[in-house]
């Protein structure tokens, strides 16, 4: 087992896991969109996890950073709140927060971060950026509503986990991202009847089941 310090308080995890799993085993709360624990990689793009680490010069994304012995590391800077409002901020503006009429709603991570940043939703400064989200094909099963979709990619993630080759994937590029869908229908029908990993893992409901499978 590795031990640390964390907010003044130590903690133990088995080697091998990050900062970001360390804390979340032990209640201690960061913020994080685009992390899963069995990823081996994790992708690090939403850079809402940003935490110190004594003896580094800058933040770091804790998702991407390794437990090592006897470190010591702060969550709750002005530094690393600074940051995690602006990718929060970042986010919002390719989100239209509509939450009302929102199957996430009292779900949805994107609330659940913006109570614990204390960053409205709704908030003036925002402004909404704008997007090219056409697919090139449908689902014949999923709904997708690429304004709701925040591009964590645990989406993609779970289909590879689950189907070993994924049937969905970030396309496009930057803003303009969108998951999109691919293969026979037929073959997606077949594959993604028993299948719900991706509308399950969405942390703001952005893909939903379509029709039930017969
Ligand atoms: S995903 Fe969350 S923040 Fe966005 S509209 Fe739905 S409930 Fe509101
Ligand atoms: S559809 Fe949901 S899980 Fe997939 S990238 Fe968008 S927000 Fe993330
Ligand atoms: S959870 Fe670490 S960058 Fe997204």
């Keep these: 087992m590795i031990?640390?310090?964390?907010?003044?308080?130590?903690?133990?995890?088995?080697?091998?896991?990050?900062?970001?799993?360390?804390?979340?085993?032990?209640?201690?709360?960061?913020?994080?969109?685009?992390?899963?624990?069995?990823m081996d990689n994790p992708p690090g793009s939403c850079r809402l996890c940003f935490v110190e680490i004594e003896g580094y010069s800058q933040p770091v994304t804790s998702c991407t950073e390794k437990v090592k012995e006897e470190m010591v590391v702060t969550t709750n800077t002005e530094h690393v709140r600074r940051l995690q409002?602006?990718?929060?901020?970042?986010?919002?503006?390719?989100?239209?927060?509509?939450?009302?009429?929102?199957?996430?709603?009292?779900?949805?991570?994107?609330?659940?971060?913006?109570?614990?940043?204390?960053?409205?939703?709704?908030?003036?400064?925002?402004?909404?950026?704008?997007?090219?989200?056409?697919?090139?094909?449908?689902?014949?099963?999923?709904?997708?509503?690429?304004?709701?979709?925040?591009?964590?990619?645990?989406?993609?993630?779970?289909?590879q986990q689950k189907n070993g080759q994924p049937l969905l994937s970030l396309a496009k590029r930057g803003l303009d991202t969108v998951i999109s869908f691919f293969g026979e229908e037929d073959m997606v029908r077949d594959r993604c009847k028993n299948c719900s990993a991706c509308v399950e893992i969405c942390p703001v409901s952005a893909l939903l089941i379509k029709n039930k499978p017969d």
Excluded at 9 to 38: M, R, S, T
Excluded at 140 to 149: F, G, K, N, S
Aim: hydrophobic fraction near 35%; include cysteine; aromatic fraction near 8%.
């Design 3 to 38: 031990k640390l310090v964390v907010d003044n308080k130590e903690i133990e995890i088995e080697e091998g896991n990050n900062v970001l799993q360390a804390c979340l085993d032990n209640d201690i709360y960061i913020p994080n969109l685009c992390y899963l624990k069995e």
């Design 85 to 159: 409002r602006t990718a929060f901020e970042l986010l919002l503006s390719v989100h239209h927060v509509d939450c009302r009429n929102c199957p996430a709603n009292k779900k949805c991570e994107l609330q659940r971060i913006s109570k614990f940043l204390h960053f409205g939703l709704k908030t003036k400064r925002i402004e909404q950026l704008e997007r090219d989200v056409k697919q090139e094909q449908d689902h014949p099963l999923l709904e997708y509503d690429p304004y709701r979709c925040v591009l964590c990619g645990k989406c993609v993630f779970v289909c």
